[in-house]
């Protein structure tokens, strides 16, 4: 997805900036529309300048109305590690 088209569908999707900022942030980091990353939250709210709260909050938003998904990930002890983050 280019930067015009990436703009114009942030544009009408009714979330905050916040969200807008994220999401638009992530998709840089994962290299396009169709790609994944995995990163804290921790360290995207660094990364972002936005507070860890925040960020789970629009997260999640973002997750709702189909923009991105959220997937747990497991170590093969059942240690909770970073999510990773898809792009729909």
Same mark, same amino acid.
């Given at each position: 997805?280019?930067? !015009? &088209?990436? #703009? *114009?569908?942030? +544009?009408? +999707?009714?979330?905050?900036?916040? +969200?807008?900022?994220? #999401?638009? #942030? !992530?998709?840089?980091?994962?290299?396009?529309?169709?790609?994944? /990353?995995? =990163?804290?939250?921790?360290? =995207?709210?660094?990364?972002?300048?936005?507070?860890?709260?925040?960020?789970?909050?629009?997260?999640?938003?973002? *997750?709702?109305?189909?923009?991105?998904?959220?997937?747990?990930? #497991?170590?093969?002890?059942? /240690?909770?590690? &970073?999510? *990773? /983050?898809?792009? !729909?």
């Amino acid at each position: 997805m280019n930067d !015009l &088209t990436r #703009y *114009q569908l942030l +544009a009408k +999707a009714k979330v905050s900036p916040a +969200a807008k900022l994220l #999401y638009s #942030y !992530l998709m840089d980091r994962a290299g396009g529309r169709h790609g994944s /990353i995995v =990163l804290s939250g921790k360290k =995207l709210a660094l990364e972002v300048g936005i507070s860890p709260s925040t960020v789970r909050r629009n997260l999640h938003l973002l *997750q709702r109305i189909g923009l991105l998904r959220i997937t747990a990930r #497991y170590s093969e002890e059942g /240690i909770r590690l &970073t999510n *990773q /983050i898809t792009f !729909l």
